[in-house]
Nanobody
């Protein structure tokens, strides 16, 4: 699976951004797609994931109520809608995929990674 993330940028506090991740190379019906982020000097952390076949979702506590993960079958893409952005959301955001039967927040359980896209929230 090849993953291509896009949509990052500079936004003010309270603003919104939508990240996109285009997937290719495999049929995604048995895959999970996830978003992770890594802030400067910090470890990469889980943000959200979605099971492609049934669109079930999992969120980190920091994302609940503000971020929404979704997917578009026709475009073979997954999205992360981010609202009410805070300075602490500033990070490089990565999309990832695995073929496990369960949704996971563990970085080491994701086998495929895209390049990151920078999100900067200014105060």
């Amino acid at each position: 699976v090849q993953l291509q993330a896009s949509g990052g940028g500079l936004v003010q506090v309270g603003g919104s951004l939508r990240l996109s991740c285009a997937a290719s190379g495999r049929t995604l019906s048995s895959y999970n797609l996830g978003w992770f982020r890594q802030a400067p000097g910090k470890e990469r952390e889980f943000v959200a994931s979605i099971r492609w076949s049934i669109a079930s979702t999992l969120y980190a506590d920091s994302a609940k109520g503000r971020f929404t993960i979704s997917r578009d079958n026709a475009k073979n893409s997954v999205y992360l809608q981010m609202n009410s952005l805070k300075p602490e959301d500033t990070a490089v955001y990565y999309c990832a995929a695995n073929s496990k039967w369960y949704l996971s927040s563990r970085i080491n359980e994701y086998d495929y990674w895209g390049q990151g896209t920078q999100v900067t929230v200014s105060s």
